[in-house]
């Protein structure tokens, strides 16, 4: 059974930055995708940014520039580094992990960011 946890959010003032970290149970090299998703209250749960095997990444278009996410093999952990943020950015943030060959993808539990204006 795959395990994601996250940790790192918090409260932030507009402006300031956070990373996020995803640590997984298993290699994340055994994945052919990991991601950030996020849920603002009253709001759909969307992508924020996605990193693919081969090294490729996805961002959502309301964080390109600001946001870069990245992973260490080594430490089977994948990171979102969250700079200038600004209020709009707060929501819960999950992370998501995908694996062939599974019935349905993993996630994390959640961590909060919120940041104040």
């Known amino acids: 059974q795959v395990q994601l946890v996250e940790s790192g959010g918090g409260l932030v003032q507009a402006g300031g930055s956070l990373r996020l970290s995803c640590a997984a149970s298993?290699?994340?090299?055994?994945?052919?995708?990991m991601g950030w998703y996020r849920q603002a209250p009253g709001k759909q749960r969307e992508l924020v940014a996605a990193?693919?095997?081969?090294?490729?990444?996805n961002y959502a278009d309301s964080v390109k520039g600001r946001f870069t996410i990245s992973g260490d093999n080594a430490k089977n952990t994948v990171y979102l580094q969250m700079n200038s943020l600004k209020p709009e950015d707060t929501a819960v943030y999950y992370c998501?992990?995908?694996?062939?060959?599974?019935?349905?993808?993993?996630w994390g539990q959640g961590t909060q960011v919120t940041v104040s204006s």
């Open positions: 998501n992990a995908n694996k062939i060959g599974a019935s349905s993808p993993y």
């Open positions: 990193i693919i095997g081969g090294g490729r990444t």
């Open positions: 298993g290699s994340i090299g055994s994945f052919n995708a």
